[in-house]
């Protein structure tokens, strides 16, 4: 890298980590005050509870398409794109006086999901080689722990019932603040990629996606067992197969099947689907838990909003910035695989002692924080192991897909946890049972012990060999030095360079 862009260079990872920041945030920041929103706007659960259905649905249909778009047409116009779409959306939040407002606001507040895709892709693009690998685990393991500050802001902006459009001014104040430094830190470059946009693809996908993840979303309103639910599921599932057929059969898709077939990535998306589970069972969890009175329950700690979010859930997040600072020093020692499998170990611990042992507040607080480590730790993960399969010219398309594939999980987990919640109570009143906590947490549980699993079966440990001018085979943790020569991530004398620009990177097994 060039001395006059050492500056930049460094400016450029913390500005990433803070944008990022905004993603996780902005998923999060309204869940603990659905109900509170309701009340405050004088509408039924129903309603109210689009303002989440709303919000993945469009992260979902427009993920894909923005990371496509990132890789054809630059990174940089793309994100900062996104960027005003989100503070146009928080905005609108922060001035709406019905739901029907403030669901659009949400809707424009999804795309964010993007930016998660394209900061991946920007950091592949921009960083030297040796700080790569590292890079990107402090910036995915961001996206882990930024979820639970969103919560505990929350708490403190909106406890005792305070007006709830102070939560989207404070979205607002920091999309603003990451526009101007993304706008200052991200290099412009040439477009690089060829090709265009499948939109017939993703008029597809995005049919699919909605479908799917419509009856995960309202099916406990509708009916689990109702036919809209049963027909919606159904019919997403066959619009998706129809889509993968579809797509095979194009020059230049949305998504190259090989983002979805070939084995390590597949495992991957799988990984990042029963990760994206377990932060939300016990983002959710654990909030109505300590939040539940005891002398009503038997259980739970009668916590505040307030309460939930600074005793409980702040130490788990302080936990998962520790993680994500040093994610990057051990996926290099140890490889991606390595560290999401003993990252899975750390979850499954932190799942049983809450179903074990939650009576006393330091037992959950363990239990949170032991969560969490794993959630920064396992998001670090899952961007080199993409990174490894994928070239370089798909990096924003792929971990597009792996984004849908964390908000399925997360969508499910949600599912699972209001039909438990809602199906298992106290006779007699609307309290949750112990037992469905203790239900939904081993579930968190396997979910995580999936996580660690999972490569396994998909993923092996590779090594560098010697390999010929067009094709060299590389150890997944040394990536960033491979990427640093083929891909011209280097130096001045690489970059613009398009010979091998877009060559696919071959792993082999380990002899």
Known sequence: MAAGSTTAARALLPVMCFVVMIVAVLQTLVVPIVGTIGAQLDVGPTAVGWLLTANLLAAATATPVLGRLADLRGKRPVLLGVLVVVLLGSLIGALSTSVGVLIFARVLQGVSFALFPIGIAVLRDELPAEKLTGAM??????LGFGGCFGIV???????????????FWLSSAITAAGLVLAWIAIPRRPRAGTGSIDWIGAAGLAAGLVLVLLPLAEGGTWGWTSPVTIVSGIAGVLVLIGWFLYERRITDPLVAPRLLTNPPVLVTHLSALVVGMSMFVMFLGSSYFVQTPRAVAGYGFGATVLEASTVYLLPGAISGVLASILSGKLIHRFGSRAVLIAASVVGVSGFVVFVFAHDRTWEVIAAILLVNTYISLAYASLPSLLVAEVRQDETGVANSINSIARSVGSSFASALLATLL??????????????AYVIAFAVGATAAALAGLLPFFGITRTTRTPSDEEEDEVHATALAAEWGTVGGLGGANTRGSGERAGQRVRLAPES
């Open 137 to 142: 685990g402090i910036f995915s393991g961001t």
């Open 153 to 167: 802001l929350t708490g403190v902006l909106v406890s005792g019932g305070a007006d709830f459009h102070r939560i």
């Open 422 to 435: 809602a199906g298992i109570t106290i006779d007699g009143t609307d309290v949750p049972t112990e037992s």
